[in-house]
C-alpha cells in the first residue's frame, strides 16, 4: 500500500520563527517524486516545493526547504521566517513517475501564523 | 493562479441525482486528473485521462465517471448522488512529458442533501 502519514493535525508558530512540518511515506517503489503543497482558504492547491527521490539534495526554495531522508522515508518541510500568508494546511504527497502519475496525499498539517 | 479552471464553483444536489463537474486544463496540459477532498482529508484521487482517455483509476465505484475532450478539457460525472459524496473536488492538469508538476483549479464544493 502507498501511504502518507502527517503525525500533526495542527501546529501555531509566531511571525518569523521557524517552523517544521512532518511527514513520512510508505512505498515500494523506487522511482517517485515527493511534494508539498499549501492550501490557503481559497482552496487552490499551490505547490510549494519538489524533491526528486533519486536526487540526494535536499530541495530549497527561498524560505522553504526540506529534509528528505529516503531510508527513513522521511520527508519534512521547514519554513524559515515564517509570515503571516504561511497560514494554511500543508499536503505532504508523492506520486510514482511509472503509469498514471497519480498524487497521494497526507491527512494534512493545518499551519497558523500569528502576529 | 493557475490557468486550470473549474465550473461551478458551489453545487447543491439532491441525493439520487446525477452532477456534472467541469475542468477547463492549462494551456499545453493534455493530461487531467480528478481528486475527491473530504472535510479535514486529504485529497484521494479519482481518476485521471491522458488524451481522451482513461488513464488510471482510484477506489471509486463506476458511479463515478469521466471525459476528456479533444481540446483536453474533462468533466467529472457522478450518478446516484450519496450524502457522502459531499465534498470538494479538485482538478488538476499536467503534461507528464515535461514535468510532473500539477497545476490545480479552485475545486468545485459539492453538498449533497
Known amino acids: 500500500a502507498q501511504t502518507v502519514t502527517q503525525s500533526q493535525p495542527e501546529m501555531s508558530v509566531q511571525e518569523a520563527e521557524t517552523v517544521t512540518l512532518s511527514c513520512t511515506y510508505d512505498t515500494s517503489e523506487s522511482n517517485y517524486y515527493l511534494f508539498w503543497y499549501k492550501q490557503p482558504p481559497s482552496r487552490q492547491m499551490i505547490l510549494v ?35 503571516l500568508g504561511d497560514t494554511a494546511m500543508y499536503f505532504c504527497a508523492f506520486m510514482i513517475i511509472q503509469g498514471a502519475q497519480k498524487l497521494v496525499f497526507g491527512q494534512g498539517t493545518r499551519l497558523t501564523i500569528n502576529p | 493562479e493557475t490557468g486550470v479552471t473549474q465550473s461551478p464553483t458551489h453545487l447543491i444536489k ?26 479535514g482529508q486529504g485529497p484521494q484521487f479519482i481518476f485521471q485521462y491522458y488524451r481522451e482517455e482513461e488513464n488510471g483509476r482510484g477506489n471509486f465505484p463506476p ?6 475532450f479533444p ?16 465534498a470538494l473536488y479538485l482538478c488538476a492538469s499536467s503534461s507528464p ?14 453538498t449533497v442533501v
Not at chain 2, 439532491?14 to 493530461?31: A, D, F, K
Not at chain 2, 481540446?71 to 459531499?86: C, F, G, P, R, T
Open chain 2, 14 to 39: 439532491t441525493r439520487g441525482q446525477q452532477v456534472t463537474l467541469r475542468c477547463s486544463s492549462q494551456s499545453g496540459h493534455n493530461t487531467v486528473s480528478w481528486y475527491q477532498q473530504a472535510l
Open chain 1, 49 to 83: 516545493i519538489r524533491q526528486e527521490a533519486y536526487k540526494q539534495q535536499n530541495a530549497t526554495e527561498n524560505r522553504f526547504s526540506v529534509n528528505f531522508q529516503k531510508a527513513a522515508k522521511s520527508f519534512s518541510l521547514k519554513i524559515s521566517d515564517s509570515q
Open chain 2, 63 to 68: 458511479r463515478f465517471s469521466g471525459l476528456q
Open chain 2, 71 to 86: 481540446n483536453y478539457s474533462s468533466e467529472l460525472n457522478v450518478n446516484a448522488l450519496e450524502l457522502d459524496d459531499s
Open chain 2, 97 to 110: 512529458r515535461q514535468n510532473t508538476e500539477a497545476f490545480f483549479g479552485q475545486g468545485t464544493r459539492l
